[in-house]
């Protein structure tokens, strides 16, 4: 059983990257070998609309055919049992790396039928880890869950199965005070860190632990 966590945030120290350990850690319990991706150290670009992967009769059909760094993390991708994406929240979306990589991983495996299906081969768990600076009760009103919702509708459709895991109010700097930030009280910020971030990181662990259990300790 493979585990395979992509990390869209820049930071490969931080909330993020932080939990998505965790849920290999989860996933690794279970006996699953693990690989935590940062995609802020590849070079790629998003969906160029070249249709490749579309073209009936190529070679490339159902498969990206843009070469780059993303070409054998696809490859791994095909051979895995389990995916978690990471992600800050930047502007109401996911940051600007995972948008591209999604556009890529996913486009290849979409199928232009009614309804959409997928030339994915297999069904899969993910699962994707959101961060975000905002309390929870301000995500309905900014309007994120539309962007949100989309993505995980998108996953589940290609590869079967998908589950989210929110983390709100979490700590963007170590020290507010170099910062231009006074709508957040760096008190605060620092006691919901110390207080709520370990609940958050048992949560993701409770995340990788379950997506394996739905593999089976063997993988499919």
Same mark, same amino acid.
């Given at each position: 059983?493979?585990?395979?966590?992509?990390?869209?945030?820049?930071?490969?120290?931080?909330?993020?990257?932080?939990?998505?350990?965790?849920?290999?850690?989860?996933?690794?319990?279970?006996?699953?070998?693990?690989?935590?991706?940062?995609?802020?150290?590849?070079?790629?670009?998003?969906?160029?609309?070249?249709?490749?992967?579309?073209?009936?009769?190529?070679?490339?059909?159902?498969?990206?055919?843009?070469?780059?760094?993303?070409?054998?993390?696809?490859?791994?991708?095909?051979?895995?049992?389990?995916?978690?994406?990471?992600?800050?929240?930047?502007?109401?979306?996911?940051?600007?790396?995972?948008?591209?990589?999604?556009?890529?991983?996913?486009?290849?495996?979409?199928?232009?039928?009614?309804?959409?299906?997928?030339?994915?081969?297999?069904?899969?768990?993910?699962?994707?880890?959101?961060?975000?600076?905002?309390?929870? $009760? =301000?995500?309905?009103?900014?309007?994120?869950? #539309? +962007?949100? @919702?989309?993505?995980?509708? /998108?996953?589940? !459709?290609?590869?079967?199965?998908? $589950? =989210?895991?929110?983390?709100?109010?979490?700590? #963007? +700097?170590? @020290?507010?005070?170099?910062? /231009?930030?006074? !709508?957040?009280?760096?008190?605060?910020?620092?006691?919901?860190?110390?207080?709520?971030?370990?609940?958050?990181?048992?949560?993701?662990?409770?995340?990788?632990?379950?997506?394996?259990?739905?593999?089976?300790?063997?993988?499919?």
């Amino acid at each position: 059983m493979n585990a395979i966590a992509i990390n869209g945030s820049p930071r490969k120290r931080w909330n993020t990257a932080l939990l998505l350990e965790k849920a290999l850690l989860g996933a690794k319990s279970l006996g699953a070998e693990t690989e935590l991706i940062h995609l802020y150290d590849l070079t790629y670009q998003g969906c160029i609309s070249c249709f490749a992967c579309k073209t009936r009769g190529s070679e490339s059909f159902g498969k990206c055919a843009v070469a780059d760094d993303l070409t054998p993390i696809f490859d791994r991708i095909e051979k895995a049992d389990i995916l978690i994406f990471g992600s800050p929240i930047y502007l109401g979306n996911v940051t600007g790396e995972l948008r591209s990589f999604l556009e890529r991983l996913v486009f290849q495996y979409l199928t232009y039928t009614d309804p959409p299906g997928s030339l994915f081969s297999r069904r899969i768990k993910t699962g994707i880890i959101y961060t975000m600076g905002i309390p929870e $009760e =301000a995500m309905a009103q900014l309007g994120y869950n #539309q +962007f949100l @919702d989309s993505t995980e509708m /998108f996953l589940t !459709r290609i590869f079967g199965h998908s $589950e =989210a895991l929110c983390c709100f109010d979490t700590l #963007q +700097f170590d @020290d507010y005070s170099k910062y /231009f930030a006074p !709508r957040f009280d760096p008190e605060q910020k620092m006691k919901r860190h110390e207080d709520v971030f370990p609940l958050d990181c048992r949560k993701a662990f409770e995340l990788g632990q379950r997506l394996a259990n739905a593999c089976g300790t063997r993988g499919t």
